[in-house]
C-alpha cells in the first residue's frame, strides 16, 4: 500500500509526536558515573520526582537500584552548580544530600544499612562539601569545603579538608588540608597514599583561565607538608590531575594553546612535566562542575581517553609511555565523564540518534553496552531531524561554527515557497559548547517545522584556547555577532525565512538572545532563560565562583563601569523592538529573579510585546517536569504567536503585554 502524502501545513502548525509531556515523562539527567569493581553507579536527574538526584547502581550480575529512597537528594552545591556529589570505594559511599549540605555514608552492600551523618548540621546548607575523594590511609574522605559561616556579606570560604568516617558527635565539619587561595578542586591521591595532588585558583581566574597544579607530602598525622607547585599558572589552565601506579601524575593543560596530556615523572622532584600526546585537539574540559573526568587509567597502564576535534569527541586508548594512541569505535561522538578499572571504561555519550547515555566499554570484547539512557523515547526516522556541522563566516574575517537541523516530520510539509522559521540557541557559560547528542527538546522545535541552529560562538570550547578566548573583553559583542551571522547565513542560503528568525538561550545564553535584540536587528523575536539583562549586578550581586568572572569577559569592575553599562541590554531599551519571552527561577541565585522582573517591566513600558512566566522552586535551570513542559509549551505558544501560526498542540496561553 503506498504511503500517504504529507499534509501540507505553515511551518510550526505541524502535529508532532514529541510532545512537552513526552519530553518529561521519560527524560532523565544522567551524570556522574563511577566503577567499583564489577559495579557501576551513576546519578539520575528525575523531573518527574521535583529534580530529584538519585544515585543508582548496577550490579556485576546486572541488576540495576536505586539506592536511596526519597528524600534523599545527591547533590552538591559548592559554587553553586555542584558536581562530585558523591564517592564509592568497595560498596561503601559517601555523599553530600541536597536538603541539608551535609555529608553521610551509605554500605551499599547491606540493605538495612540506612545513611549516617559525617559533617555536622548548619543552618542554609552554611558548609556545603564536593570533589569526594577515599583516603584510606587516614580513615576519611578527602573533599572541597565551601564554608558560608563568614556572615557580614563576606565571600564564603573554599578549602581542601578530610572529613573522618567515623566522627564523633554530631560530626566532623572537616580538617583544613590546604586553604589561602580562592578555590580549589580535584583532590587526588596517589596510589600508596603518601601524595595529593590539587588544583588551586584565585579570582578573577576561572579555572579554564588558569590553574596551578600542586602535589605535597601527606604525613602520618594526615597534615600535608612540602607543597610545591608542579604546573599551571595564572594563564595555563590544568585540568584532572590522576596518578599512575608507578606513582607519576598526569593531567591536562593547555600552554600550547590545546588542553593536552602531560606526565610528571617525580611530582616532588626537579623534572618538569613531558607531553604525551601534542595534538590540535582538547582533552580537558572548561571545569564548571566538579568531577569531570576525561580521562581514565586502565589496568595495563594505559589511559582512555576522550579527545575532541571541532566539536566532535571520539575515544581513544593512549600509552602514556609511547605515546601511541589507538582509536576505539564506539557509536557515541560526544563523550565526557570518562572512568576507568581494570579493562573497563565507563562514560557518558550521546550522538545524533542516540540521548545521552551512561555506557560501559569492555576491552577485552571491544562491546560497548549502553547501560542507561537519559530517555528510552527515541524518535522515529521520519519525525527526527540530524545535525549537519556549518562553518560560516563572521566579523572580522574570522569563521564560527554551529549544528544546523532542517525540519523534519515525514506526515508533513509546508506549502510551496514558504521558508521555515528558525531558532538560533546560544548556549551557557558562555563557555560552553554544544555537541550533537540526540536531544528531544531540539527535536521538538524541528518536528513542528523550525529550522535550528545550536551556535558555537567565538568562546565556545572544542576549539582550543584562541578561539576561546575570542571573547576575552568582548562578552555581548562576539558571541552576538555569530549568533546574527549564522542566521543571516541560513536565510541567505535560502534554509530559513529571514523574516522570521528568532534566538532563544538560557543564563548567558540568555544574555546573548538579549543583547541580540538590544543591539542588533536581526532577530524578530527572543526568548530568555533566566539570562543576564544588566552585567553590573553580575559583579556585585551573584555567587563567588563568578564573582570575577567578567573581568576577562568585560573588564575588571568597577574600573570599567562604562563597559558594562555599555553592554548591558536593560539600559538600552531602545533598541528592543522585537517581541520578548522571559521565563525565570524564583529561588535562583545565579542571575536572581529582578533582572527578569526588571528587564519585563522596562520593555512593556516601551510597549513592546513582552511575557514573563514565574517559576517557584526553581533554582539556575528547571528541574521539574511541570514546569520544564510549561517552559517548554510557554516558547511555542508566544513564537506561535508572534511569527503567525497556531501550533497543533492544546497550549495553557501566556499573558503577553502589548500584543
Request: aromatic share 10%; with cysteine.
Amino acid at each position: 500500500m503506498a504511503e500517504a502524502p504529507p499534509t501540507s501545513a505553515p511551518y510550526g502548525s505541524w502535529v508532532s509526536p514529541i510532545t512537552a509531556d513526552r519530553i518529561v515523562a521519560g527524560t532523565v539527567g544522567l551524570g556522574q558515573p563511577a566503577l567499583d569493581g564489577g559495579d557501576v553507579y551513576w546519578v539520575e536527574g528525575r523531573p518527574s520526582e521535583a529534580g530529584r538526584n538519585v544515585l543508582v547502581r548496577r550490579t556485576a550480575d546486572g541488576r540495576v537500584d536505586d539506592l536511596l529512597p526519597p528524600p534523599w537528594n545527591v547533590r552538591s552545591r559548592v559554587h553553586e552548580y555542584g558536581g562530585g556529589a558523591y564517592a564509592v570505594r568497595n560498596g561503601f559511599v559517601v555523599f553530600s544530600h541536597d536538603g541539608d549540605g551535609r555529608l553521610y555514608k551509605l554500605d551499599a552492600n547491606d540493605p538495612a544499612s540506612a545513611p549516617a551523618p559525617l559533617t555536622p548540621p548548619t543552618a542554609e546548607r552554611d558548609l556545603r562539601y564536593a570533589d569526594i575523594a577515599f583516603d584510606s590511609v587516614h580513615n576519611r574522605v578527602l573533599c572541597v569545603r565551601e564554608d558560608h559561616r563568614a556572615g557580614g556579606g563576606g565571600e564564603p570560604v573554599n578549602a581542601l579538608v578530610g572529613v573522618a568516617l567515623d566522627p564523633a558527635g554530631e560530626g566532623d565539619e572537616g580538617t583544613v588540608l590546604a586553604d589561602g587561595t580562592d578555590f580549589v578542586s580535584s583532590p587526588a591521591l596517589s596510589p600508596d597514599g603518601a601524595l595529593l595532588a590539587f588544583l588551586t585558583w584565585d579570582h578573577p581566574n576561572m579555572p579554564w583561565d588558569g590553574t596551578e597544579l600542586v602535589v605535597g607530602r601527606l604525613g602520618e598525622d594526615g597534615m600535608l607538608a612540602a607543597t610545591r607547585r608542579v604546573a599551571g599558572g595564572r594563564e595555563v589552565s590544568v585540568f584532572q590531575p590522576q596518578w599512575l601506579a608507578d606513582g607519576s601524575l598526569v593531567f591536562a593543560a593547555d600552554p600550547t594553546g590545546w588542553w593536552n596530556l602531560y606526565r610528571l615523572r617525580a611530582p616532588l622532584g626537579s623534572g618538569k612535566a613531558e607531553p604525551v600526546w601534542p595534538v590540535e585537539a582538547e582533552v580537558g574540559l572548561p571545569q564548571w562542575v566538579f568531577g569531570m573526568s576525561t580521562v581514565g587509567v586502565l589496568g595495563d597502564g594505559r589511559l582512555a581517553v576522550a579527545r575532541c576535534d571541532r566539536g566532535i569527541w571520539s575515544l581513544h586508548l593512549l600509552d602514556p609511555e609511547s605515546g601511541a594512541a589507538e582509536a576505539v569505535t564506539t557509536p557515541y561522538e560526544a563523550i565526557d565523564d570518562v572512568r576507568a578499572v581494570g579493562d573497563t571504561v565507563v562514560f557518558v555519550g550521546g550522538a545524533p540518534t542516540l540521548p545521552r547515555t551512561v555506557a560501559l566499554l569492555d576491552l577485552r570484547s571491544g562491546e560497548t553496552t549502553p547501560l542507561k539512557r537519559s530517555t528510552g523515547d527515541v524518535p522515529d526516522a521520519g519525525s527526527r531531524s540530524v545535525p549537519q556541522a556549518v562553518e560560516f563566516p563572521t566579523t572580522g574575517g574570522r569563521t564560527a561554527f554551529g549544528f544546523f537541523y532542517p525540519p523534519a516530520n515525514a506526515g508533513f510539509a509546508a506549502p510551496p515557497g514558504e521558508r521555515p522559521p528558525l531558532i538560533v540557541l546560544s548556549h551557557g557559560g558562555p563557555t560552553g559548547a554544544s555537541e550533537t547528542t540526540l536531544s528531544l527538546g531540539i527535536q521538538f522545535w524541528t518536528s513542528r517545522g523550525f529550522a535550528v541552529l545550536d551556535v558555537n560562538y567565538g568562546g565556545s570550547t572544542g576549539y582550543g584556547r584562541a578561539y576561546r578566548e575570542r571573547l576575552d573583553g568582548e562578552w555581548g559583542i562576539v558571541d552576538v555577532d555569530d549568533c546574527c551571522n549564522g542566521a543571516r547565513f541560513l536565510a541567505d542560503q535560502g534554509l530559513a525565512d529571514g523574516a522570521r528568525l528568532a534566538i532563544r538561550g538560557g543564563s548567558a545564553g540568555g544574555y546573548t538572545t538579549l543583547a541580540a535584540l538590544a543591539f542588533r536587528d536581526v532577530f524578530a523575536a527572543g526568548a530568555s532563560r533566566y539570562g543576564i539583562s544588566d552585567l553590573e549586578t553580575m559583579a556585585t550581586d551573584t555567587h563567588k565562583f563568578e564573582s570575577r568572572y567578567l573581568d576577562r569577559l568585560v573588564g575588571p569592575y568597577p574600573a570599567e563601569r562604562g563597559r558594562y553599562v555599555e553592554r548591558s541590554p536593560i539600559h538600552h531599551l531602545a533598541g528592543f523592538d522585537a517581541p520578548l519571552l522571559l521565563l525565570q527561577g524564583l529561588e535562583d541565585k545565579v542571575v536572581p529573579p529582578d533582572q527578569s522582573v526588571r528587564m519585563y517591566e522596562a520593555v512593556k513600558a516601551k510597549g513592546v510585546p513582552v511575557a514573563y512566566v514565574p517559576f517557584a522552586g526553581e533554582q539556575h535551570g528547571f528541574r521539574q517536569a511541570a514546569n520544564i513542559k510549561r517552559a517548554l509549551e510557554a516558547e511555542l505558544y508566544f513564537f506561535g504567536r508572534v511569527f503567525g501560526f497556531t501550533p497543533a498542540d492544546p497550549i495553557e496561553p501566556v499573558e503577553i503585554a502589548n500584543l
